[in-house]
């Protein structure tokens, strides 16, 4: 029989491997059990509950929006073509035009933090707008 680095033999780590094979079929059948008794224990709850309302951990979170840019770089490049600028509510409206889309309940105040924080954007008191500074 031929011995590895580590002084096992073939048979050795054959034996060893089906006991781990084995330890990690009887892991994933408790995985399995307990899942379907905290998918009971959570449809309990929601009849309890009721439809509308939330208890503990009942609520599944929302998955992110993935968008294509970023949404300081559809706002520069919509900026940039236009050299008046937008008020804060028709920004909006041209920011989501474009695709991008947004989980949030408050957009336009996701919209203004943007414009703060990126330098290069100026605001002018007079009409409201937001512009590149040129």
Do not use: P, W
């Not at 580590?6 to 330890?23: H, P, T």
């Not at 995985?31 to 959570?42: G, N, V």
């Amino acid at each position: 029989m031929s011995r590895g680095q580590a002084g096992f033999s073939v048979a050795d780590l054959e034996r060893i491997l089906d006991e781990r094979k084995s330890q990690l079929q009887d892991l994933a059948k408790r995985r399995d059990a307990a899942q379907k008794e905290l998918d009971k224990l959570d449809a309990e709850i929601q009849e309890i509950v009721g439809e509308g309302g939330t208890i503990g951990r009942v609520r599944r979170r929302r998955r992110r929006v993935k968008n294509e840019m970023s949404l300081r770089a559809v706002v520069l490049e919509i900026l940039g073509k236009n050299k008046k600028g937008f008020t804060l509510a028709d920004l909006a409206g041209k920011v989501t035009e474009t695709g991008y889309r947004s989980t949030s309940r408050n957009f336009r105040n996701v919209l203004y933090q943007c414009l703060y924080n990126t330098e290069g954007i100026v605001h002018d008191d007079a009409s409201g707008c937001y512009r590149l500074e040129r």
